[in-house]
């Protein structure tokens, strides 16, 4: 069973002309890490919310959302407690925003089990020493202030309380994009290990794309709500055969590339005003034909290998060009 | 040698026992693009605002075309002479507008106040252009612009008054790389142009290598390291220089090494 099985997941907002996400199909297995990548405005976010049960107010959801076999998007809010303080949990960007800066580390870390799990101030304390020194932090940690803790130390006690329930899955959404490089190293670096050590599965939500290709087993790419490409991570970036994948690569000023002018993506994504006949890409395309602006894409298996589809009418075009 | 523009010498500021800039030099030459790298505390971004004029160097000089900025300028000309020596981009163009101002708006206020008595609307028009906006972004207010039209309109600002430098903080750190790679080539195409200097604070590697032809390398308030930005990413000379390069995550990276680097320097 997968740690996590979104199925057609379609949100609509009020107030929109097209659903906000459109149809995703995510699945993350147990130890594996997955990454879920995607510009403003993608749907990324909110996808890795509606995992939680989290829904912006008047949104209506269809599809299903199973978090180890269990529809959240049906759980009563007895159940989405339940999901929330234990089964998984969620690590925010910015670390300052997630913790009460008038109350002590401990306490953070302790409130969900005392209040929840109804346990004993010495034994949570107890784990919660545990979990810091998993994170790389001493039992001193517990007495401090989040006002005295540097901005990678919080992201571990950030990262200590999201293990405190003994959650199956981790939502990740953008951790280290608030720290400085070689804190990102590190923070990523323990994420890696926990996985080993506490076999849970990571949905790491991120716009930058050498980021999800150094750390994750597979990736979903996410353009206007919908996946238009997924595959294991070496495979998708060294072979994009979506044409946003491709030109986001190709607008990435990276170390490896030749200088000069980037590939910029001309133009900006569909507003959720309009409504999409076909291809939600296609304004932007540089592939685009007819077909594109008539007919939507179905996401389909490639012959490229396994776990590899791509919804793009002409995806061989992008396969011979790019590289 | 092309002439220089813009030089740092020996700049000190210390926040009670903290040094935030330790002794920092450095100069830009006309129409060249030097990058500042460093991670938070590098003391990067106060190097920029002594720069600018919005923060003052307990010791040290800043010379622009050979005056040095901190010499007392009398009256409200001179005043604004010194303004347009040098301008700023910041990191968040949604702060540095006014959300009742519409841009074409916004763009007046400047010209006025430096060019007083001209016909602005060409230079407005004109200043758009350059920035790849039309008459349809000209009348509308901040909000109703995306995050990439909302920093070209804070660029367009900028360059109003044709300054000689422009200081960049972190001015694409907040854009999705599609536009952050529309903004870079703007940035380029306008340097390209105007022969405009560009002073990029950042601590995206990648950034500097696309639009920075010299670095400097700053950590704990100190240059750790300069050079050449060719020079500086293939052959770092310093540890600091080459556990920020090993930083970037690429695929097969390994944070585990870089973490222990991390802590051993």
Same mark, same amino acid.
Request: aromatic content about 4%; some cysteine; overall charge positive.
């Given at each position: 069973?997968?740690?996590?099985?979104?199925?057609?997941?379609?949100?609509?907002?009020?107030?929109?002309?097209?659903?906000?996400?459109?149809?995703?199909?995510?699945?993350?297995?147990?130890?594996?890490?997955?990454?879920?990548?995607?510009?403003?405005?993608?749907?990324?976010?909110?996808?890795?919310?509606?995992?939680?049960?989290?829904?912006?107010?008047?949104?209506?959801?269809?599809?299903?959302?199973?978090?180890?076999?269990?529809?959240?998007?049906?759980?009563?809010?007895?159940?989405?407690?339940?999901?929330?303080?234990?089964?998984?949990?969620?690590?925010?960007?910015?670390?300052?925003?997630?913790?009460?800066?008038?109350?002590?580390?401990?306490?953070?870390?302790?409130?969900?089990?005392?209040?929840?799990?109804?346990?004993?101030?010495?034994?949570?304390?107890?784990?919660?020493?545990?979990?810091?020194?998993?994170?790389?932090?001493?039992?001193?940690?517990?007495?401090?202030?989040?006002?005295?803790?540097?901005?990678?130390?919080?992201?571990?006690?950030?990262?200590?309380?999201?293990?405190?329930?003994?959650?199956?899955?981790?939502?990740?959404?953008?951790?280290?994009?608030?720290?400085?490089?070689?804190?990102?190293?590190?923070?990523?670096?323990?994420?890696?290990?926990?996985?080993?050590?506490?076999?849970?599965?990571?949905?790491?939500?991120?716009?930058?794309?050498?980021?999800?290709?150094?750390?994750?087993?597979?990736?979903?790419?996410?353009?206007?709500?919908?996946?238009?490409?997924?595959?294991?991570?070496?495979?998708?970036?060294?072979?994009?055969?979506?044409?946003?994948?491709?030109?986001?690569?190709?607008?990435?000023?990276?170390?490896?590339?030749?200088?000069?002018?980037?590939?910029?993506?001309?133009?900006?994504?569909?507003?959720?005003?309009?409504?999409?006949?076909?291809?939600?890409?296609?304004?932007?395309?540089?592939?685009?034909?007819?077909?594109?602006?008539?007919?939507?894409?179905?996401?389909?298996?490639?012959?490229?290998?396994?776990?590899?589809?791509?919804?793009?009418?002409?995806?061989?075009?992008?396969?011979?060009?790019?590289? | 040698?092309?002439?220089?523009?813009?030089?740092?010498?020996?700049?000190?500021?210390?926040?009670?026992?903290?040094?935030?800039?330790?002794?920092?030099?450095?100069?830009?030459?006309?129409?060249?693009?030097?990058?500042?790298?460093?991670?938070?505390?590098?003391?990067?971004?106060?190097?920029?605002?002594?720069?600018?004029?919005?923060?003052?160097?307990?010791?040290?000089?800043?010379?622009?075309?050979?005056?040095?900025?901190?010499?007392?300028?009398?009256?409200?000309?001179?005043?604004?002479?010194?303004?347009?020596?040098? *301008?700023?981009?910041?990191?968040?163009?949604?702060?540095?507008?006014?959300?009742?101002?519409?841009?074409?708006?916004?763009?007046?206020?400047?010209?006025?106040?430096?060019?007083?008595?001209?016909?602005?609307?060409?230079?407005?028009?004109?200043?758009?252009?350059?920035?790849?906006?039309?008459?349809?972004?000209?009348?509308?207010?901040?909000?109703?612009?995306?995050?990439?039209?909302? *920093?070209?309109?804070?660029?367009?600002?900028?360059?109003?008054?044709?300054?000689?430098?422009?200081?960049?903080?972190?001015?694409?750190?907040?854009?999705?790389?599609?536009?952050?790679?529309?903004?870079?080539?703007?940035?380029?195409?306008?340097?390209?142009?105007?022969?405009?200097?560009?002073?990029?604070?950042?601590?995206?590697?990648?950034?500097?290598?696309?639009?920075?032809?010299?670095?400097?390398?700053?950590?704990?308030?100190?240059?750790?390291?300069?050079?050449?930005?060719?020079?500086?990413?293939?052959?770092?000379?310093?540890?600091?220089?080459?556990?920020?390069?090993?930083?970037?995550?690429?695929?097969?990276?390994?944070?585990?090494?870089?973490?222990?680097?991390?802590?051993?320097?």
């Amino acid at each position: 069973m997968n740690t996590l099985d979104i199925q057609a997941l379609r949100l609509r907002l009020p107030g929109t002309a097209r659903p906000v996400l459109d149809g995703v199909d995510l699945t993350v297995g147990a130890r594996e890490t997955v990454a879920l990548v995607g510009e403003s405005g993608s749907g990324k976010s909110l996808t890795s919310r509606s995992v939680l049960g989290l829904l912006p107010p008047g949104a209506s959801a269809r599809g299903t959302v199973r978090v180890v076999g269990d529809d959240v998007l049906a759980m009563s809010p007895g159940q989405l407690r339940v999901l929330r303080t234990g089964t998984a949990a969620m690590i925010f960007q910015d670390p300052r925003a997630a913790v009460n800066p008038m109350r002590r580390v401990g306490d953070f870390l302790t409130e969900s089990l005392r209040l929840n799990a109804r346990m004993r101030k010495e034994a949570a304390e107890e784990r919660a020493v545990r979990m810091l020194e998993a994170v790389g932090l001493t039992a001193a940690a517990l007495r401090a202030y989040p006002g005295q803790l540097s901005g990678g130390m919080l992201q571990r006690v950030v990262i200590a309380a999201a293990l405190m329930g003994d959650p199956a899955l981790i939502l990740a959404d953008e951790p280290t994009t608030a720290l400085d490089v070689t804190t990102q190293a590190e923070v990523v670096a323990l994420l890696g290990e926990l996985r080993e050590s506490f076999g849970t599965g990571l949905l790491f939500v991120t716009h930058d794309l050498g980021l999800a290709a150094a750390i994750s087993d597979r990736v979903y790419v996410m353009y206007a709500g919908r996946i238009v490409e997924t595959g294991p991570a070496d495979e998708l970036f060294a072979r994009p055969r979506h044409p946003y994948t491709a030109a986001l690569l190709d607008s990435t000023p990276r170390l490896d590339a030749p200088r000069g002018r980037l590939a910029a993506i001309e133009g900006r994504p569909p507003s959720l005003r309009e409504e999409l006949a076909g291809c939600p890409f296609a304004a932007r395309c540089l592939y685009a034909t007819d077909v594109c602006t008539r007919q939507a894409p179905a996401l389909l298996p490639l012959a490229d290998g396994p776990a590899r589809l791509a919804s793009c009418h002409h995806g061989d075009l992008v396969k011979e060009n790019h590289r | 040698m092309r002439k220089t523009v813009l030089e740092a010498a020996g700049l000190h500021r210390s926040y009670g026992s903290v040094r935030a800039v330790d002794d920092v030099s450095f100069r830009l030459s006309e129409g060249g693009s030097l990058g500042i790298v460093g991670e938070s505390g590098s003391g990067k971004t106060t190097t920029a605002r002594i720069v600018v004029g919005l923060e003052h160097a307990d010791s040290g000089r800043v010379v622009i075309h050979g005056r040095d900025r901190g010499d007392r300028r009398r009256g409200r000309a001179e005043r604004l002479a010194r303004a347009r020596e040098v *301008q700023m981009v910041f990191q968040d163009p949604f702060l540095s507008l006014d959300p009742r101002t519409t841009v074409g708006g916004a763009l007046r206020e400047t010209l006025r106040l430096h060019f007083p008595g001209a016909d602005h609307g060409r230079r407005i028009t004109e200043l758009l252009d350059q920035v790849g906006l039309g008459a349809r972004e000209s009348d509308a207010l901040p909000r109703q612009l995306s995050g990439g039209q909302r *920093q070209r309109v804070a660029i367009a600002r900028a360059l109003a008054v044709e300054p000689a430098v422009l200081v960049l903080d972190e001015a694409v750190a907040a854009l999705d790389v599609s536009v952050q790679a529309q903004i870079l080539n703007l940035l380029g195409e306008i340097r390209a142009e105007t022969g405009i200097g560009y002073l990029f604070i950042t601590h995206d590697l990648g950034v500097v290598r696309c639009v920075t032809d010299e670095v400097i390398v700053m950590r704990h308030g100190r240059i750790v390291e300069s050079g050449p930005t060719a020079r500086v990413l293939a052959a770092p000379e310093h540890p600091y220089t080459r556990l920020l390069l090993e930083s970037v995550p690429r695929p097969g990276w390994d944070p585990r090494r870089i973490a222990e680097a991390r802590r051993a320097l």
